[in-house]
């Protein structure tokens, strides 16, 4: 929205505030719309910093409820993009989607609960979307994960990349994939692929659209969470998005 157009807006809602303030404190007086609209213009003369303020909060909302509209309008096509690693049910009625970085700290304390709710018998769809915003190894380290997918093994090196407490390098990114059983020759190979860097490009590009500013940070059926989730607490919105269905 443009400034103008809010700047506007909350002239108008500023004018409209101090109209019912002042036709209800001056009820008797008679005064008129003239006296009323000079009030206000002087208020607003020797307290400038009122409208900013208003004019920033109006902003703020604004861009708010354009993000929660674009997450409710556009959920399950993202949420269900042929490209993306996932597990669980493929056509499941709750999907979450897991914006991640392999050098955060609270997304490696997450992995467990989220191991648990795939043990649990949800009908349910777990969408990983890197997000390395970290570290420039988390750059590498998403970019091996997403590699990693052709040879299937997806689920298996992103759980051993998480297990890793320590922050990664690429060595140590490499030493993991080994361990994990991929071709490591095949690996670094397809992480020159453009699909896998198009991939992450997309997935910052969204999280910017949704405000995602940093991880772990989940969506279930277009809500959206901004922190570590424990266990009980995935269970208890899995459980309430699974009720509404």
Known sequence: MHFLHLYKKS???????????????Y?????NRNEIEKIIHEYIMNNPEVLIKSVEKLR???????????LT????TFANKKNIPWQGKENATVVLVE?????????KKSLDAITEILNYD??????????????????????????????????????NLMNFKENLSEKIIFDIAKNSNLDVKKL??????PEIIAIIEN???????????????????????????????????????????
């Open 27 to 31: 009820a008797d007086d008679q005064i």
């Open 122 to 159: 949800y009908d349910i769809k777990i969408s990983f979307r890197d997000y390395p915003i970290l570290a420039p190894t988390s750059r590498v380290a998403a970019r091996a994960a997403l590699a990693s997918h052709k040879q299937k093994k997806y689920f298996l090196f992103h759980s």
């Open 99 to 107: 914006f991640f970085d392999y050098n955060c700290g609270y997304c």
């Open 11 to 25: 002239v108008v809602l500023i004018y409209i505030v101090f109209s019912l303030f002042l036709n209800n404190v």
């Open 73 to 76: 309008q556009n959920f399950n």
């Open 60 to 70: 703020l909302a604004v861009e708010q409820e354009e993000k929660e509209d674009y």
């Open 188 to 193: 670094k190979n397809d992480m020159n692929d």
């Open 203 to 245: 997935n910052e590009k969204l999280a910017k659209k949704l405000g995602i500013r940093g991880t772990p940070t989940f969506l279930i059926n277009g809500k959206l969470y901004a922190g570590a989730l424990d266990l009980n607490r995935l269970k208890f919105l899995i459980e309430e998005a699974l009720s509404k269905i």
